[in-house]
């Protein structure tokens, strides 16, 4: 089950006349399943290549087409308007251009004038011909729009197109751009997902995790506001994805890391290998016992607890994770995290949270996402406590 993180946002989805237009129904059920409002906006060009009526049946909204004496540019994007983003998904090179010079033509670039003029949000997603998209005036145009403060959603180039960015990264944006980043200016690393120690040439030795703790953890500190590093096996969107294979290369990215930047969190939510065996050259012959020999490997997260100035948020697995969790604790980790073998590699789970000198911590359950969004909170209440005891007293004293 997806979770509503824009419930009570309400988006402005401006669309104009590229072919990606056809994307932008996906578009509109994919932020409405995150629980956001959206009002849709075409202009002509728009209406050309897909049916308003497409838009009015996904977003269960009449499509402004024109404005009308019930100015509409200003009710959703104007000085206390009710939209909180104008998100212009397709923006064609033509109104890209347009906005950058104050252009008013079209219900688009009046609600983008209105929108820039009010300082709500606003994110463009361009889509054209590639070579469009090199042309100097388009480049000089998305500059300018860039230092006014309008963010972008780059394409993805394939087919001599600069084609319209992933649906799951538009919604990113956007969730970012909404949730009041609370972590900006925070630089978090994290570490995600299962090792795979060589055996022979065919066969490694792993676990069963799945990698999505890390990855919700990622996402969920990406729409807060951070600045984001995911040391793992797979690539998210909007993010610094440093891919890694075995615990060694693990360590090293971590360590690399470490000499260039300070983060101010850790999270250790990757399944280390805490053993490597010697690997054989070739392929094992099948049909016989084989003894494989297992050297212990050091931990990771020992090289973190160094790092003065970083707040380390710790993962524990086991039948009674508590009295490793404690002792993490002890040993200077900030937070950790505790589980059973049952949660690895599923799409659910129970955790415990424990801080400071809890006992058993506070439990937290559901979907990885769920779960990924309660550790945060639970992060967040903690740094503002924290943030509260250093600031000094402001009561007056009588005279």
Request: hydrophobic share 40%; proline share 6%.
């Amino acid at each position: 089950m997806t979770q509503e993180t824009l419930a009570g946002k309400e988006i402005v989805l401006a669309v104009t006349g590229s072919i990606a237009a056809v994307e932008t129904v996906k578009l509109v059920h994919a932020l409405r399943r995150k629980g956001a409002t959206v009002q849709t906006v075409m202009s002509a060009a728009a209406q050309g290549i897909l049916h308003p009526d497409a838009l009015m049946y996904a977003s269960g909204r009449p499509v402004i087409t024109r404005l009308s004496g019930l100015v509409e540019h200003v009710t959703y994007c104007g000085d206390g308007g009710s939209a909180g983003l104008l998100l212009v998904a397709p923006c064609t090179a033509n109104t890209i251009g347009k906005i950058a010079c104050g252009i008013d033509d079209t219900p688009v670039t009046t609600f983008a004038t209105t929108a820039l003029g009010s300082g709500i949000p606003v994110l463009v997603v361009p889509a054209m011909h590639h070579s469009m998209y090199r042309h100097p005036a388009v480049v000089k145009n998305i500059e300018t729009l860039a230092s006014w403060g309008i963010g972008f959603v780059g394409p993805r180039i394939e087919e001599e197109k600069a084609k319209i960015a992933e649906i799951d990264e538009i919604v990113l944006r956007c969730e970012r751009a909404l949730m009041g980043k609370p972590l900006a200016g925070k630089k978090v690393l994290i570490t995600g997902g299962a090792c795979r120690e060589p055996v022979d040439d065919v066969r490694v030795l792993t676990t069963r995790s799945s990698g999505r703790m890390g990855e919700e953890l990622a996402l969920a500190a990406y729409r807060l506001g951070a600045e984001v590093t995911l040391v793992h096996h797979n690539s998210l969107p909007c993010i610094e994805n440093v891919p890694v294979e075995t615990a060694g290369d693990m360590r090293e990215a971590v360590g690399k890391y470490l000499k260039k930047k300070t983060p101010d969190i850790y999270i250790s939510a990757a399944a280390v290998s805490d053993f490597a065996p010697k690997k054989i050259d070739g392929k094992i012959k099948s049909g016989k016992p084989v003894t494989l020999d297992l050297d212990p490997l050091p931990k990771l997260i020992d090289r973190v607890l160094e790092k003065k100035g970083t707040r380390v948020v710790a993962f524990k697995i086991g039948r009674d994770p508590l009295p490793e969790a404690r002792a993490l604790l002890s040993r200077g980790a900030w937070m950790v995290v505790t589980n059973t073998p049952e949660s690895m590699g599923t799409a659910t789970g129970s955790y415990r949270i424990l801080a400071g000198t809890a006992k058993t911590g506070t439990p937290a359950s559901g979907t990885k996402e769920e779960i990924a969004s309660r550790i945060w909170q639970e992060i967040l209440a903690r740094m503002g406590e924290n943030q509260a005891a250093r600031i000094p007293s402001s009561r007056k004293h009588n005279s």
